[in-house]
Nanobody, 126 residues
Framework: QVQLVESGGGLVQAGGSLRLSCAHS????????MGWFRQAPGKEREFVAA????????QYADSVKGRFTISRDNAKNTVYLQMNSLKPEDTADYYC???????????????????WGQGTQVTVSS
């Protein structure tokens, strides 16, 4: 089993920054593509960003492209989401997810991901 624990959420003013972290344990981290998803109040969960098992081929939702950066440190079994220029519409619960892969594939679909964290709340005030 894989355990994922997110941290780094909080309250920030519009225009500010936060860095989310997701610690992975239980299996070999470098065998997993990693993704971030979010769910705003009253909305469906949506894709935010993802990166392949080696830290390459980053994928971003159009709504965060140019503002968010996903990265990973395989030595620390951790994936990060650096969020800059935050907007009130970024307010959501943010979840990291792990997808067991055998290639450099990285996907955007929630159904591809095998394990999920409990989420961390991000609130952006205007």
């Amino acid at each position: 089993q894989v355990q994922l624990v997110e941290s780094g959420g909080g309250l920030v003013q519009a225009g500010g920054s936060l860095r989310l972290s997701c610690a992975h344990s239980g299996r070999t981290f470098s065998n997993y593509a990693m993704g971030w998803f979010r769910q705003a109040p009253g909305k469906e969960r949506e894709f935010v960003a993802a990166v392949n098992r080696n830290g390459g081929r980053p994928q971003y939702a159009d709504s965060v492209k140019g503002r968010f950066t996903i990265s990973r440190d395989n030595a620390k079994n951790t994936v990060y989401l650096q969020m800059n220029s935050l907007k009130p519409e970024d307010t959501a619960d943010y979840y990291c997810a792990a997808h067991l892969v055998y290639s450099d594939y990285v996907g955007r679909r929630q159904g591809e991901y095998d394990y999920w964290g409990q989420g961390t709340q991000v609130t952006v005030s205007s």
